[in-house]
């Protein structure tokens, strides 16, 4: 196997929310007011080869959005470290930027928050380039033209802002903003999730063929299983802030090992005919301010066992490229339930 | 067959999106909607006349008010419409040095213009860099400098104008010192609201991972997405620093009267208000008022028409 | 028996400077008791606006123009404010995407929903509590009497839009109007509320409009469905017939451009164009610029329905196979 591009050594990023000055008064009376830490991701780990693209899975709060963060560099971790062919990666050190992080590049959800409205959409996508001298100036323009194109726009549209494009053609400009910095790692952060379904095809096609004639390397963060299976090479599972699994897309698809893995895949409705039971999850997502003790997931989990009240199970070998967090995989939960 | 839609009519398909809206359309679209009303059109007929008026003052008034070996003493307290020793009549009457009220107030009006615009701009400077720094790096940075903010605005203008005009003295250039100095606060709290919600929309962090150095991240994204409410507080701003510098002119610690503003005219005809000689304060202070309230016509309307709430 | 929703040539305008928009084009479906119609679409197709017409909560510059919406056989168009103000919440309700439209930020859940239930009927505080308190357990919130006490900011967003569930429940209305009422939810937390939904219709016999633009919801939930595009509803029938067997390229081409449905890797089927401006709509056909069945007579004449098992508006139907 290639080295990979991208290694996630064991990261964790812990957000504080240091209390006001008035909060802090108060607290002094009724006991409150100590700082607030959300452990958005807990010892995360992944390799990315050359060429591959990853999905990371997961519903609100398992930490997935801030993994793709902190590989852009946009956040730092609190723990572990995370490098690009070796390199660590960090934004501004000292008031110099780094070269390395031009390297990375993140298409965003939501095509009308990511575009300075104010912009020309030429100016967005030549700003970067231009400015760490990645085209030389005098091509700029033409290789922005081209850029349009090859994403399917007309070159024209560089003189135009970005309100006059529909959702579809929005997330087309910031895809080239992104190809435009010639990256080797883009992170695509739910980035068809707002798109129109008929819109949402015609974007996950010009991944596929971007990624065939460019040889992207990606990340591709999203809630949606289906879009995930389709576009992924291999898939990272995550719930409150932990891997829970990872695995080959078509395996992961075919067998699920980890219970909440298998859950999702229930609780997703499918298009097809005749009524269907929701074979639903139970219970709440957990706070990531106070996750539960042990597995997180064991509240919720089925075959949950006194074991995974205690212990974290760690991310272990369970086939060829597979890895699964869970005690079932592990030597079993426990002997046996302790009386409720 | 065409029963299956093929991949291959995919992505050139796009349909073209409307014609490029340019500079000149968004400037004809705010004017369609700014001369909806005619109250706001006439408030700015009046500003366009008054400052055209204000500075082509030398070539519009019969007498130069600075010039004190024109003036008079023989033709002091003329009431409106009388003619004096010069020959002409004095439309609004003269001074208590024979000054001619119409040439004075205009002059006075020049004065009241410079100092109300020069303080205006800058306040919004110095207002902008203070908010913009506060909101772009947040913690501790935006702690400091809002609370400071927080302060100033917590007193009222006037008597911060007061204070640094008794520290400079006298003079134009300590004038708009102590205005930009008593109102750029507006300017950073506005500047901080708009630009704190802006802070968090993806397209900063687009620009901020891209990576781009964070002046450029500041002024060429940030900024422009907050032009919009700045523009109405600085047309409000200008009108009350006009007033403010009335203000302290009249409470005699502003500008001499080598050099009137309007305010000076007004604190001056004060004086001589009691001996029946209304008209050395009454018309400065009409003039005053029109422009001030004008002005806050002008920016009232530029807020309804930039208010996206009223847009249709 | 009359149905519990009947709408009948609905049609809605908006007057905006670029000109008149009809939002909602002569729109009609029936919903018996205890059915749940899918109003499937795309964003600016007309769903949205649909429910809100229903409910009466169209304001300027928009207006609905044309049609009948009957309740229980009544019609509602054509109630004065007042009137219109005491169906909402008794006879018909609404769900929307953001349960904070509907609860108070302020208030305690239990406060306002005993708010709500002395509204429409005279009672002690004590029985409306107790009413709100059932309500809850009807849409499965677990330690129901605890919730009661808790502020909106306190509940998670499932939590919420379960409460926003309840509210509409209180005066066991005829008809439930659900716009993305889960589309801001995680899928597990959208499979619990899918699930109470489809029980509840069945239970206390409410006629639900559930409006999305997620086909797989609609697929799985909905007994009818009908598809939307620009404003008019192309295709109407059960969800077997609409999703086992469309009719309309439309909803072919929507059915189709779903990963699931392929080969992972491979290009997927994908309607090409756009959404069409409702301010720029083409002459005939507005889908005609997007079809791939197009002919000469879609340009020229707008198609009307054709009803053969389920209803289609389109000059070149697909074939029954």
Redesign the interface.
Known sequence: MTDPILRIENVSKRFTRMPGLAERLVGKVTGGGKPVVVHALSDVSLNVAPGEVVGIVG??GCGKSTLGRVV???YAPSDGRVTLHGKPIA??RGGN?DKL??Q???I???PF???????KVGETLA??PR?HCIIPAGEVRARMRELLEK????GA?A???PH??????RQ?V?IA?ALA?EPDLLVLDEAVASL???????V???F??LRRDLGLTALFIS?D???V???CDRVAIMYLGRLVELAP??QLYAEPKHPYTS??F?????????????????G??PSPINPPSGCAFHPRCPLAGPRCRVEVPRLTDAGPARTVACHLNDGGVGLQDAAA | MTDTLT?ES???A?P???P??TRVMRLRNFWSDYRQSWVAIAALIVIVALVLGAFFAPFLVPQDPYDLAKLDWLDAFLPPGTEGSGGYAHVLGTDNAGRDMLSAIFYGLRTSFVIGISAGALALAVGITVGLTAAYFGGRIEALLMRIVDLQLSMPAILLALVMVAMLGQGIPQIIFALVVAQYAYFARTTHGAASVERR???I??????????W?VMF??LL??VLPPLIVVATVQVASAISLEATLSFLGVGLPLTEPSLGTLISNGFKYIHAGRYWLSIYPGIFLMITVVAINLVGDQVRNVLDPRNSR | MTAALEVKGLTTRFDTRGGAVTAVNDVSFTVEKGRILGLVG??GSGKSVTGFSIMGLIDAPGEVRAGQVLVDGSDLRGLSDEDMRKMRGSKVAMVFQDPMMTLNPVLRVGDQMAMAVRVHRKMSKNAALEEARKALETVGIPSPAERLKAYPHQL????RQRVAIAMALLHSPSVIIADEATTAL???????I??EV?ELADNTGAAIVWIT?????V???ADDICVMYAGRIVERGT??QV??QPRHPYTK???E??????E??T??????G??PQLSRLPQGCPFRPRCPRATEICAKTPPEDTVDGQTVLCHHPLERS
């Open positions: 519903e609100s852009t560099g946009i934004r501004e930027i992080t031009t990375v590049q993140m965003h959800q939501d928050a990511s575009l300075n409205p104010r912009m700003e970067g400015h994403v399917g726009l007309e549209y003189d135009r802002l006059q494009f529909s959702g579809g053609q087309r910031a903003r910095m129109d379904v008929s819109i949402q095809a015609q996950l096609n010009l596929m063929d809630h299983l289906s879009v299976r389709h576009v897309a078509d859950a999702l229930a609780s997703v409705p499918t298009v097809g005919t005749g009524r269907r039971v929701f074979e639903a999850i139970k709440e997502i | 991949p995919n992505v050139t796009v073209a999106a409307p490029a809206e929309k993806d397209y962090e687009a620009a901020r991972s891209t990576p781009l150095p964070t450029r060429k994204h422009p997405n | 795309e964003s998670s967003g499932g939590m995680d899928v597990s937390i959208q499979g619990q899918l699930a489809r633009h997620d086909l797989a919801v697929s799985s939930l969800a077997a999703i086992g081409g929507l059915l451009s779903i990963p699931a449905l392929h992972p890797g290009p997927l089927p994908q309607i090409p756009s959404t």
